[in-house]
């Protein structure tokens, strides 16, 4: 089944909100979890990822004021976003990926609105 995403919703300019995902797939078998957004009228990009080992990489956008992490069961994934601008006004997706069992899956994306 594919992630399962939640948290999104209206905040104000300079606000926080904080995502989560969750996914059934087998927490051993993944090889990183990711956020992504789209906005309307543009390209899905990429937000943050964070990978089995626990590293993780961010969107020059997003760096310092998103974090990214995880439960330690390692089936659910979470994104605390701070000092929320307009411009992060989009639709969040998770992907979960599993190269060994040739698994890429997304969720149905959870809605973020910041208002000026």
């Known amino acids: 089944a594919p992630p399962v995403e939640s948290g999104g919703g209206l905040v104000q300019a300079g606000g926080s909100l904080r995502l989560s995902c969750t996914t059934s797939q087998d927490p051993g078998s993944l090889d990183f979890l990711a956020w992504h957004r789209q906005a309307p009228g543009k390209q899905r990009e990429f937000v943050a990822r964070?990978?089995?080992?626990?590293?993780?990489n961010y969107a020059e956008s997003v760096q310092g004021r998103f974090t990214i992490s995880r439960n330690d069961v390692g089936n659910a994934m979470y994104l605390q976003m701070n000092s929320l601008k307009p411009e992060d006004t989009a639709v969040y997706y998770c992907?979960?990926?599993?190269?060994?069992?040739?698994?890429?899956?997304w969720g149905q994306g959870t809605q973020v609105t910041v208002s000026a």
């Open positions: 964070i990978w089995r080992g626990g590293n993780t």
């Open positions: 992907e979960a990926v599993s190269y060994r069992n040739g698994e890429d899956q």
